[in-house]
């Protein structure tokens, strides 16, 4: 039997031989550090702090907005600056609490005390991961108590680990598998907790058999836990493919994971449960890559979440070629950056700095229907007939062509030899038939 994997897919240059070999570094913040109230999907946190105010790390400053929402939480000590909106990656202005770091860390009472997950209820343990603000940090940031309490937990056969890291460049999830296994299996188990007829399955690409090799040494005497181990290709750790790699399940843009029996979430994620269920520890601190061609020094970081992207690029010894190209993420999935003076969130695992601009290198010419778009669509849909119906605006026609279970993965646009911005041109239509559906409703 081959490696577990899905149809179609890519083979991006990898990239991560520039820091996969790099353990994970503290660095800690010099300057303001900012505090977005949406760094999630859904409504976005309540401020629960003024101009003036003390605060503690540890500290609750941003309430869930509603259900679909999650807690903001202070990662060092000091005094607000200000409430007011700052830019964020996307490029959008986010109301944000601006915090000046005293340098001293004074901590909320309790952080960081032991706790023993196996005298929690289950309406404990997802309590406690809810006020401690967790998301989904493999960049989709969906609350992850919400996540944590489906319909009908009984029908949960598969609790799924993220570690197959597929986008390129990215290697923080891989350093978290070698350097911290144990806090991994650990907020592994506390998941289980919750149901009780689910397999807990780490999913791991091929090309980091070192983390294999661990994680399986760790949990070999685990009746509930075993590890997958992917064939590498993009988008392995997409949650789709992900799924049908590791169970044959299929999901459609109709349903949730929950629907096919799993409930799907990243490696550093599982990491943030552990902490905040095991060691009272809510989200604050993130582990980034910061790499590329144009970096002095590749580094994976652990900071705090609120530092400014600058500070990265310093302590990673700056440009040693002024960077074509910035960006907050991959080179797949992320979104290019016009200023570093924004500040790391939940969400941000990478900042990749490359010295050419490859996409703006190349100008889109015809398409010549060589089919290659279609070849590696995770999704089997029609990339070629939804630009046609994407250049006219043709909300209508782009449904009727399954548009809606595009993934914005980009192996399309990254195949394509014409170079046509098909990926860009999804993602516009998805938003406007999404907005004209709630419209309707």
Do not use: W
Request: some cysteine; proline content about 6%.
């Amino acid at each position: 039997m081959g490696l577990a994997t899905f149809k179609g897919g890519v083979h991006p240059y990898e990239g991560k031989e520039l820091s996969e070999n790099k353990p994970i570094q503290v660095l800690m913040p010099k300057g303001e550090m900012v505090y977005p109230m949406s760094q999630h999907i859904g409504a976005p946190a309540k401020p629960l702090v003024k101009k003036g105010d003390k605060v503690l790390a540890g500290q609750k400053i941003g309430e869930a907005g509603g259900f679909i929402s999650a807690n903001v939480i202070c990662s060092v000590s000091g005094t607000v600056k200000a409430v007011e909106p700052r830019r964020v990656a996307s490029g959008a202005m986010v109301n944000s609490i601006i915090v000046e770091n005293d340098g001293e860390y004074q901590t909320v009472e309790g952080l960081g005390a032991d706790r023993d997950s196996s005298r929690l209820s289950k309406q404990e343990i997802r309590d406690i991961i809810k006020e401690a603000g967790i998301v989904g940090l493999g960049g989709a940031g969906f609350p992850t108590h919400v996540k944590l309490t489906p319909k009908n937990e009984e029908a949960i056969e598969y609790v799924l680990v993220n570690g197959a890291e597929c986008e390129p460049y990215l290697t923080s999830d891989y350093r978290l598998m070698l350097e911290e296994p144990e806090k991994l299996v650990g907020g592994l188990k506390v998941i289980l907790q919750l149901f009780d007829k689910a397999k807990g399955i780490i999913g791991i690409e091929n090309n980091k058999p070192e983390a294999i090799k661990k994680l399986r040494e760790l949990t070999k005497d685990e009746p509930r836990i075993e590890v997958c181990e992917l064939l590498t290709k993009y988008p392995q750790g997409g949650e789709r493919s992900l799924i049908y790699a590791v169970t044959g399940r299929k999901v459609n843009s109709s349903m949730l994971p929950a629907d096919a029996g799993c409930v799907v979430d990243n490696v550093d994620t599982v990491i943030s449960v552990y902490m905040a269920v095991c060691k009272s520890t809510p989200l604050m601190r993130r582990v980034v890559t910061v790499t590329g061609d144009a970096i002095a020094n590749p580094q994976n970081f652990q900071v705090k979440t609120g530092i400014n992207f600058q500070e990265l690029v310093e302590a990673a010894g700056g440009f040693k070629t002024e960077p074509e190209k910035l960006i907050a993420g991959g080179p797949m999935m992320g979104m290019a950056l016009f200023d570093l003076n924004i500040p790391v969130t939940k969400t941000n695992s990478a900042l990749l700095c490359m010295t050419k601009d490859q996409v703006a290198a190349n100008e889109p010419t015809a398409c010549i229907r060589c089919g290659k778009c279609v070849e590696v669509c995770p999704s089997h849909i029609v990339p070629v007939m939804m630009m046609k119906a994407a250049l006219k605006g043709d909300c209508e026609a782009f449904e009727k062509l399954n548009g809606m279970e595009c993934v914005e993965c980009g192996s399309c646009a990254f195949i394509c030899p014409a170079r046509r911005p098909l990926t860009q041109a999804f993602k516009e239509m998805r938003k406007t038939v999404a907005a004209n559906r709630r419209k309707k409703a």
